[in-house]
């Protein structure tokens, strides 16, 4: 059975960093994409960002794009999400997923979901 568990949320001020990670677990994860996203209180689950396997293509929502970087380690089956210069808008539940394939980019193309980590960003 596949899981996904997010951790690393929690408070910080705006302008602040954190670095949330996600451990894979359940199956092999060779060529599936891995990504996070956000839902924040009444909006739609949103994009944040995207890996492939190796680690040599990203993508980033552009509300997100020279602050947050992601990565991941193969070895652990883990990836990560650095969050740097945090604003308050950034506050929100953020969840790991994985789909086959090079990238994850929308919520309903995503094969496995974690049940989010929250971060809230103060002003």
């Known amino acids: 059975q596949v899981q996904l568990v997010e951790s690393g949320g929690g408070l910080v001020q705006a302008g602040g960093s954190l670095r949330l990670s996600c451990v894979a677990s359940?199956?092999?994860?060779?060529?599936?994409?891995m990504g996070w996203f956000r839902q924040a209180p009444g909006k739609e689950r949103e994009f944040v960002a995207t890996i492939n396997w190796s680690g040599s293509i990203t993508y980033y929502a552009d509300s997100v794009k020279g602050r947050f970087t992601i990565s991941t380690d193969n070895a652990k089956n883990t990836v990560y999400l650095q969050m740097n210069s945090l604003k308050p808008e950034d506050t929100a539940v953020y969840y790991c997923a994985t789909k086959f394939g090079i990238v994850v980019r929308t919520a309903p193309s995503v094969d496995y979901w974690g049940k989010g980590t929250l971060v809230t960003v103060s002003s």
């Open positions: 359940g199956r092999t994860f060779i060529n599936y994409a």
